[in-house]
């Protein structure tokens, strides 16, 4: 369920691979009433949005 929805996510938001291993799969995390994008291969995480969208940017916006 949770890998159909950042296929989606990513078709969307055009979410970019993992900074630190280029993977591109990735799932949500949820923290209360924020996500974060995280990396399913080597663990790096995105900083919270307050939805799936502004965490999709977040991710797009890291640097290695």
């Known amino acids: 369920r949770c890998a159909g929805t950042m296929i ?15 993977s591109t799969k990735l ?13 399913l291969v ?5 900083p919270l949005g307050i939805n799936k969208i502004v965490a999709a940017q977040l991710w797009n916006k890291r640097v290695k």
């Open 8 to 22: 989606l996510l990513a078709k969307a938001y055009k979410i970019k691979p993992c900074p630190f291993c280029g």
């Open 42 to 46: 080597c663990g790096g995480e995105g």
């Open 27 to 39: 799932s949500k995390t949820y923290y209360g009433n924020h996500e974060s994008i995280h990396c």
